[in-house]
């Protein structure tokens, strides 16, 4: 059940006409507290330990084994990770039911064994919060129902009637063949020549080859055909006989790697799973990984769960990446999770980026996995030219450049990209024409008069308007002075296409993000102006790419705000030609601070060592585990009184967060971080056994803190 006082399995009866559809990791009915609810069969047994009287299950959903023992095992750990419950995991690992789909793809394999019926024809598809046993707020209380004797039981995750000693649900391994499907070839394992810029990647490929289980953390070169080494390293993985998940940020990612994919497999040896398919599409990508049609699944962050028989790799790509984080409770990050899916299967684990994690470097740190990195003579042959504006040289010949937004280097940087026909990369990390604006005679910030929201013009001609409630301020006057001109006080992508484009007559503009994402560009002469995450490729390189505005990424309040402007810098720099090629790079910064320096020397294992040594300092995670509880004050309070933390916990706040909510902060050497989950959860659990109305939201490592 979803709610934290139920979170364990319960015993039903499985009548003598559901006996042959009632399989472990069917969708199931049961009556719970006299409501009929959606449930999961975790095991089957000849017995019960439950002495009183057992229901039985009202209905098998569908025949079709979806859940499979080891997803169910992870979903566990991960529900315990988390301080949440089993039922908001299962949610997240398998998608809702299409009855459709699943027809179809019975009968596509009948005649179908004995006990597999085809779904009725005219069954719909469960919408995506029926996934699981939904009894939030309900009064869950005891089943009813009488057990004749010698029945069968089954214990059914998340649904069930409570009683006061339940069986112990063991959920064995399962080892299924990965089987190729009809027409596909064997799949060669990759050439001698992949990963060789690396010294450690061949030996790593060795070891997936030979089904071993290597755990990696790989920095990637600049212009790193990186789709291709996953797909080699998956390759060598399926030639072992072996499965593969691959998780990826956003679904332009994910194009680039189904189609490395294809090439290094063949057709139908791997599937996508993405929200953004739709219900149908991914239900039928989901069965085909399900039932051991493909050995490989790659896709988003809905992949992290996705059951691959016989998984023999696990890889992230870009794990600093926020989309990588779920914003539904219990919130994991799928890097967790694939590193917890290579710990409880014995599989390996490749944690790559152009970037690197303080989580990623605590792996190298501690001995867990090993980093693959090139040597300083191929990185330098590989690196673009870059250039800081604001080192002592640059101020000497540039006295603006400590305060230009484009200062002459980045100006000429740009100009000359264009005049040897290179397209130009300008990353700017706001969006729209002025996100931010503020009076032009005593620069106060403009905020909205309704709701003290921060103004922002949408065009040239356009009327500021609030970004929080939506009302234009047509007829905006500072409150300071009354002036009622605006300026700039942060200008975004379109605001710097169209400066640019006035700067540069006749050459191409074009714009990457929010709105429209380009996958590529030509490689002629032009502007691509795109927010972070939003750069496309350009054919044969960028000439040159200006990282602006690097104020903005460096002075955000967040614990991450260095690590998270080095990840975008180098994203963008490693989409720049090597220096050889006319490749240069400028980023509009100090060239004194850390992020920069790291910049500068393409050393991010450098950097990341020293954002987890500062964090070991400080008391921060990853060097430690910390705990969120956000809610009103008195549901905050009353979850912590009841929680039986560890003695080395540290209680930190509270500090406002939005509305009138507040956060606690909980901190614990990562050793007691079992135990703090377990408390919480305890915790949490008595508050939903006598019905409190306040909800509170508990978080464990979340990404922001502040």
């Known amino acids: 059940m979803p709610l934290a006082h139920l979170d364990r399995p319960f015993d039903y009866l499985v009548p003598a006409e559901l006996d042959a559809d009632a399989v472990p990791g069917t969708r199931v009915k049961v009556r719970f507290a006299g409501q009929l609810v959606d449930g999961w069969l975790l095991e089957r047994a000849d017995d019960s330990g439950h002495t009183g009287r057992l229901a039985y299950l009202e209905k098998v959903v569908s025949p079709e084994p979806v859940l499979a023992p080891e997803v169910a095992r992870l979903a566990r750990a991960v529900a315990d990770r988390y301080a949440g419950s089993l039922a908001d995991v299962l949610r997240l690992a398998v998608p809702p039911r299409h009855a459709r789909v699943e027809k179809d793809v019975r009968a596509r394999d009948a005649p179908a064994p004995a006990g597999d019926a085809p779904v ?148 139908g040896r791997h599937v996508c799973l993405s ?63 694939l590193l917890t899916r290579a710990q409880l299967g014995d599989a390996a684990a490749l944690v790559g980026g152009f970037a690197r994690t303080a989580e990623a470097q605590l792996l190298v740190e501690t001995g867990w996995a090993r980093e693959v990195v090139a040597d300083r003579a191929t990185l330098r ?23 230009a937004r484009l200062p002459s280097l980045a100006w000429t940087t740009a100009r000359e990209a264009i005049r040897a026909d290179l397209p130009v990369l300008v990353q700017v990390p706001r969006r729209g024409y002025l996100p931010s604006v503020a009076c032009a005679e005593c620069r106060t910030p403009a905020r909205c008069p309704h709701c003290a929201g921060p103004l922002a013009l949408p065009s040239a001609e356009g009327t500021p ?43 191409p503009v074009r714009t990457s993000g929010r709105e429209e994402v380009l996958a590529t560009v030509p490689g002629g002469a032009g502007l691509v102006i795109a927010t972070p995450g939003a750069e496309p490729v350009a054919e044969g390189g960028f000439g040159a790419v200006l990282l602006l505005d690097s104020w903005a990424l460096l002075t955000r309040a967040d614990l991450r705000a260095g690590e998270e402007a080095l990840r975008r810098w180098l994203a963008a720099a490693a989409l720049a030609r090597p220096a050889a090629g006319g490749g240069r790079v400028v980023v509009v910064a100090d060239g004194a601070l850390a992020p920069v320096q790291a910049l500068l020397r393409w050393d991010a294992a450098w950097f990341a060592a020293r954002e987890l040594a500062e964090r070991r300092e400080l008391g921060f995670p990853p060097a430690v585990r910390m705990a969120s509880v956000t809610g009103p004050p008195a549901a905050v309070a009353d979850l912590l009184a009841e929680a039986r933390l560890p003695a080395e ?58």
């Open 120 to 267: 009725p024809a005219g069954d719909a598809p469960v919408p995506a919060g029926d996934a699981a046993v939904s009894a939030r707020g309900a009064d869950v209380s005891g089943g009813d129902g009488a057990a004749p004797e010698g029945g069968r039981t089954a214990s059914g995750g998340g649904s069930g009637v409570p009683d006061d000693g339940p069986a112990e649900v063991a959920v064995p391994e399962v080892a299924v063949p990965v089987d190729a499907p009809a027409g596909a070839g064997p799949v060669v394992g990759p050439g001698p020549d992949a990963w060789r810029d690396y010294p450690a990647g061949p030996a790593l490929l060795r070891a997936l080859a030979d089904g071993r289980a290597p755990r990696a953390v790989w920095s990637a070169l600049p212009g790193e055909d990186w789709p291709a080494r996953y797909a080699e390293a998956v390759a060598a993985t399926v030639a072992g006989g072996r499965g593969a998940v691959v998780v990826v940020a956003d679904n332009r990612d994910l194009d680039r790697l189904d189609v490395a994919l294809h090439a290094a497999l063949g057709p």
């Open 275 to 337: 929200a953004a398919l739709g219900p149908a599409r991914r239900y039928r990508a989901f069965l085909a990984a399900r039932r051991g049609d493909v050995p490989v699944v790659v896709g988003t962050r809905a992949a992290m769960f996705a059951p691959v028989a016989r998984l023999g790799l696990v890889a992230i790509w870009d794990d600093g990446d926020d989309l990588h984080a779920e914003p539904r409770a219990p919130y994991p990050h799928a890097r967790e999770v």
């Open 465 to 507: 308007a609030c970004r929080w409630c939506g009302r234009v301020a047509a007829a905006y006057a500072c409150p300071e002075c009354g002036g009622r001109r605006l300026r700039a006080s942060v200008t975004g992508a379109r605001r710097t296409a169209e400066e640019l484009g006035r700067a540069f007559p006749g050459v």
């Open 381 to 403: 042959a590989r690196m673009p030219a870059i250039a800081p504006t604001g080192d002592d040289p640059q101020l000497a010949r540039d006295p603006g450049a400590a305060t």
């Open 649 to 706: 916990a540290e209680l930190l706040g509270p500090v406002p967060a939005d509305g009138e909510r507040e956060r606690m902060l909980v901190r614990v050497p990562r050793a007691r971080a079992v135990a703090l989950a377990g408390a919480l959860h305890s915790a949490a659990g008595v508050r939903t056994a006598r019905k409190a109305v306040d909800p509170v939201r508990l978080q464990v490592d979340p990404l922001s803190l502040f």
